[in-house]
């Protein structure tokens, strides 16, 4: 049966607080470089276009190229995943060691060792960039191949992907999704892993649900 602490002198609540109080405040940072680095990235693709002749009827040959370099650059080693994997690195630590020091509180020894943290916070950029990295160039392939079957110009491809991969309202909702997701998910592999680390003191792990007008009834 779930709990639910309502009572603000309950520690639970308090740790509850504190760490919702922070998520909050960070959510506004994972945000940020994810809007930038799909800005910066519109703008890269539109130039592979544009330099593939923008007012050229579509050609396989020349669509195909374009799809391989934007795949390329998103897979683990090119520069669009490297710019994701880089630009969350600092994030993901501040809020992985936030998340393990609350277990670890005061008077206990933090468990982890650097070499330990690095391992995960490194492992959690790498997958936050290869996500979205497979994702979006999917997504680029796909309005390719929608163009190429509409008969569309290299140009007019270009434009349905400006609209359809990196608009505006669409990288909202995607950054405040990686925002969301990602800085939460740090906080609690920072939790769990110094839990784990802390020589059996933790047995085991309870979810709570609360009363603040965001947790539906049913949790």
């Known amino acids: 049966?779930?709990?639910?602490?309502?009572?603000?002198?309950?520690?639970?609540?308090?740790?509850?607080?504190?760490?919702?109080?922070e998520l909050d405040r960070r959510e506004?940072?994972?945000?940020?470089?994810?809007?930038?680095?799909?800005a910066s990235q519109k703008r890269s693709v539109a130039r592979l276009f544009a330099e593939a002749d923008g007012g050229a009827r579509a050609i396989d040959p020349v669509l195909d190229e374009i799809d391989r370099r934007i795949r390329a650059d998103y897979a683990p080693g090119g520069d669009y995943y490297a710019a994701w994997r880089e630009a969350y690195l600092k994030l993901?630590?501040?809020t992985y060691l936030f998340g393990a020091q609350q277990v670890a509180g005061v008077g206990f020894s933090f468990g982890l060792r650097p070499p330990e943290v690095m391992a995960a916070i490194e492992a959690r950029a790498a997958r936050l960039a290869e996500l979205v990295g497979s994702d979006t160039a999917r997504q680029v392939t796909a309005a390719i191949r929608a163009g190429e079957l509409g008969g569309?110009?290299?140009?007019e491809i270009s434009r349905l992907i400006q609209s359809t991969v990196y608009g505006e309202r669409m990288t909202d909702?995607?950054?405040?999704?990686?925002?969301?997701?990602?800085s939460a998910g740090s906080v609690g592999q920072g939790s769990?892993?110094?839990a784990q680390a802390m020589d059996g003191l933790y047995q085991s792990k309870e979810?709570?649900?609360?009363?603040?007008?965001?947790?539906?009834p049913t949790h």
């Open 152 to 155: 569309l110009s290299v140009r």
């Open 28 to 38: 506004k940072e994972f945000y940020r470089p994810a809007m930038a680095l799909f």
């Open 1 to 21: 049966k779930p709990a639910r602490i309502d009572d603000e002198t309950d520690l639970r609540f308090r740790y509850w607080k504190r760490t919702m109080d």
């Open 207 to 216: 979810w709570l649900a609360f009363s603040d007008g965001k947790t539906r």
């Open 92 to 94: 993901i630590e501040e």
């Open 192 to 194: 769990w892993d110094q």
């Open 173 to 182: 909702v995607r950054a405040t999704r990686i925002a969301r997701t990602e």
